[in-house]
């Protein structure tokens, strides 16, 4: 699961990870090869495991969609646009060159 998982999300999930070893608790503590509750047990954990599948796809769903593809369209906004010869600017020309531009992309 590990594999589909983006790393930043990887400290959201983990009440939904101690839930899920609570549902494999009783397969080690208390269930045998001839347990008359295994099929209960498994479909708990099979269930577990859906839900917390889902719930990484809609993170990772999230991540992909929605905030990288915001970044990289802002990414490409222009703020401003600076001169291509390297010089330093005052405050003042600074200001007045934003001021201008901002009237002209109004």
């Known amino acids: 699961m590990e594999d589909i998982c983006i790393a930043e999300f990887q400290g959201q999930w983990l009440p939904h990870l101690e839930d899920l070893q609570y549902k494999l608790r009783p397969g080690m503590i208390k269930l045998t090869w001839t347990s008359l509750n295994i099929e209960g047990y498994l479909h708990r954990l ?10 990484i796809i809609n993170m990772n769903d999230i991540m992909v969609n929605r905030i990288e593809n915001n970044l990289q369209a802002l990414s490409k906004t222009v703020l401003i646009d600076l001169p291509q010869e390297a010089k330093a600017l005052s405050l003042d020309v600074f200001a007045q060159m934003l001021e201008v531009w901002i009237r002209v992309e109004s």
């Open 46 to 55: 099979h269930n577990g495991l859906v839900k917390l599948e889902q719930l």
